[in-house]
């Protein structure tokens, strides 16, 4: 029996995908959870073969949930469910160590394959996700796959790309749906790993990686 543990802000879609999984003989649904603490909360009470979550969780990115999961639970199998297919999330969640990167637009059935796919070992990354992976067209994203261990997160990485397109810090924190003080704090971390005397520059650092 495949367990699994889904994790999306959103109730009506959780509700969409336990009534696809429910028709799975081989697939039990243990949990289902609408922010990253609640996940991590529920883990060790339904020790999930598999964890499906979304790349935007409210109380955290789905980049810094994958690395908590595969650091203390090394064991789940991951795999990203979102409606998100930007080249830097990507290569970001790949880099944390998903086992698969599925879109929200995907049929059911390819869902379940997926989920079956990652507990046989495999990966799964559709056509068009896997051209974002290998393909460097994202600055921000080369920047920071070239700067471990100080890396970008996965938050430092929505900034920087809102940044690279010419939006305030005022705009970006409505945007991301934070303030502007967070803002900032981000624009400093990232100029800082960057190496970059400010945000104008680390722009210029990012394209000159591009």
Not at 36 to 44: C, G, H, N
Not at 129 to 157: F, H, N, Q, Y
Not at 178 to 183: E, F, L
Not at 188 to 203: E, L, Q, W
Request: hydrophobic share 45%.
């Amino acid at each position: 029996m495949i367990r699994v543990l889904l994790v999306d802000g959103h109730q009506m879609f959780r509700e969409g995908v336990c009534s696809c999984l429910a028709n799975d003989p081989d697939i039990c649904l243990v949990g289902q959870a609408g922010t990253a603490a609640e996940a991590v909360a529920l883990i060790p009470s339904t020790q999930p073969t598999v964890m499906v979550f979304d790349v935007r969780l409210p109380d955290a990115a789905g980049f810094d949930l994958a690395c908590q999961v595969r650091s203390e639970w090394p064991t789940i199998k991951l795999v990203t469910l979102t409606g998100y297919d930007y080249t830097e999330y990507v290569r970001a969640m790949l880099r944390a160590g998903v086992d698969g990167y599925i879109l929200k637009s995907a049929s059911h059935s390819s869902l379940v394959e997926a989920i079956r796919e990652v507990v046989a070992g495999g990966l799964v990354l559709p056509p068009q996700i896997a051209a974002k992976a290998v393909r460097g067209s994202s600055p921000t994203m080369a920047v920071a796959m070239t700067r471990e261990p100080d890396s970008l997160t996965m938050r430092e990485l929505e900034v920087m790309e809102l940044v690279h397109q010419g939006f305030r810090n005022g705009e970006i924190g409505e945007r991301l749906t934070i303030s502007s003080r967070t803002v900032d704090a981000h624009v400093s971390n990232i100029v800082a790993k960057m190496g970059a005397r400010n945000r104008t520059d680390a722009v210029r650092i990012a394209q000159e990686h591009s």
